[in-house]
């Protein structure tokens, strides 16, 4: 079975602190992408990063950094000093590819974890 | 760049009414995908289709229907509403092969009463 679990239904943080957001996978796939996505309260879905079962490297982008680790199954999400605006919920999703073929058309998110940031 | 547009934003039907929710994408994406999202569940997968005439079930397809006559449109049927329809539902494309991201639109808040 394919599965992701945030196990964090809520954050809540002042501004400046740094924050991580926990992302654990299920998937029986060898070959798998997985996102974050980012709900503000607009409600739109706007997405963050993916990465591939075949590249560990953990990424930077400004004050966002993922940490993918395939020995735990986990693809963790980092903001740092924390903003107001980065409040949001975020979602992991997963997506594989298995003997059937490509399933991409489908993601299997997570519930999601609402960040508060207060100024 | 319009993107994924999904119409209404906002609807309130009475059990038993229909409607259809409108979706159409402007970046020639293969495939289109309805999702709903409900408290605490993240986003399940109603109906898919991977190109114009092709369409399946995702996870919860049960009284819901779809059709893709074109590369740009993919509206989603609900035949008879029920309260346990009400849900915010997202409508996304996204170009095919493995690893593309899917674009989203800006959702439907639907409350059937």
Not at chain 2, 22 to 39: G, I, K, L, T
Request: some cysteine.
């Amino acid at each position: 079975a394919q599965k992701v679990t945030q196990a964090q239904t809520e954050i809540s943080v002042v501004e400046k602190e740094d924050v991580t957001l926990d992302c654990v996978y299920e998937t029986r796939d060898t070959t798998y992408y997985l996102f974050w996505y980012k709900q503000p309260p607009s409600g739109e879905l706007v997405f963050l990063i993916r990465r591939n079962s075949f590249d560990e490297q953990n990424e930077i982008s400004g004050r966002y950094s993922w940490n993918f680790q395939k020995s735990t199954s986990s693809f963790n999400f980092t903001i740092t000093a924390s903003q107001v605006v980065d409040s949001a919920v975020y979602f992991c999703a997963l997506t594989t590819i298995s003997k059937g073929g490509d399933s991409s058309y489908k993601l299997i998110f997570g519930s999601g974890t609402r960040l508060l940031v207060r100024p | 760049n319009a993107g994924v547009t999904q119409t209404p934003k906002f609807q309130v039907l009475k059990t038993g009414q229909s409607m259809t929710l409108q979706c159409a994408q402007d970046m020639n994406h293969e495939y289109m995908s309805w999702y709903r999202q409900d408290p605490g569940m993240g986003l399940r997968l109603i109906h898919y289709s991977v190109g114009a005439g092709i369409t399946d079930q995702g996870e919860v397809p049960n009284g819901y229907n779809v059709s893709r006559s074109t590369t740009e449109d993919f509206p989603l049927r609900l035949l008879s509403a029920a309260p346990s329809q009400t849900s915010v539902y997202f409508c996304a494309s996204k170009k095919q092969g493995f690893g593309t991201e899917a674009f989203f639109g800006q959702g439907t808040r639907l409350t059937v009463v």
